[in-house]
């Protein structure tokens, strides 16, 4: 990337992926970058599972009723959790840290997805969350924020269109 404007107009949200594994070097980049987001107080309430086996992430796809199953075609996903007990701000932490992600995977020219986990149901009416916790070990103080579906692209998609960007939901000085 030639510099952060360009980056943040070309990220996009990339759902399909080509099978060509995440080097462990990158998974480290995107990893070292989710560790570097800010935390409110420095408290640092986000914390990070990385799954590569393809059985894992294939029963991550199915953590809940809609939206996941594009895991099923990622060669890595990461799951993004926060402690409530050391942060009342652990979902911003957490959400934060994961935006750092999606942006540290476009400039290695990866695609990812953020995958909303908190607050979601699978088809049965358990919650998505507790079916990640279960398949992973996750301690029941954790809550699980997201998924970000991590691979080498499997399309291209076009920058953001400046023209839709809406201006109006700026306001300068008072509402």
Same mark, same amino acid.
């Given at each position: 990337?030639?510099? =952060?404007? &360009? ?9 399909? =992926? ?16 989710? @560790? ?7 408290? *640092?309430?986000? $914390? =990070?599972?990385?799954?590569? #086996?393809?059985?894992?992430? &294939?029963?991550?796809?199915? !953590?809940?009723?809609?939206? %996941?199953?594009?895991? $099923?075609?990622?060669? %890595?996903?990461?799951?993004? @959790? ?6 009342? %701000? ?11 992600? @999606?942006?540290?995977? &476009? ?5 990812? !997805? +953020? ?8 088809? #049965?009416?358990? +919650?998505? &969350? ?15 924020? !997201? ?19 809406? +201006? #109006?939901?700026? *306001?300068?000085?008072? +509402?």
């Amino acid at each position: 990337m030639k510099d =952060f404007s &360009e980056l943040i107009s070309v990220r996009r949200s990339h759902r399909k =992926f080509t099978e060509e594994p995440v080097s462990e070097e990158q998974l480290r980049l995107v990893m070292r970058s989710a @560790l570097m987001a800010p935390s409110s107080k420095g408290l *640092h309430s986000y $914390a =990070f599972v990385t799954v590569t #086996d393809k059985t894992k992430i &294939e029963t991550l796809s199915r !953590c809940k009723d809609m939206g %996941a199953e594009l895991i $099923a075609g990622a060669p %890595a996903a990461i799951v993004v @959790l926060g402690e409530p007990a050391i942060s009342d %701000a652990w979902i911003e932490d957490a959400s934060v840290a994961a935006t750092h992600m @999606l942006l540290q995977a &476009e400039d290695l020219g990866l695609g990812a !997805c +953020w995958v909303q986990v908190r607050e979601r149901k699978d088809k #049965d009416g358990n +919650w998505a &969350e507790d079916n990640v916790r279960q398949l992973l070990g996750i301690p029941q103080e954790m809550r699980v924020l !997201c998924i970000v579906a991590l691979g080498h692209k499997g399309s291209e998609r076009k920058p953001q269109n400046e023209e839709r960007l809406k +201006w #109006d939901r700026v *306001h300068n000085e008072q +509402w």
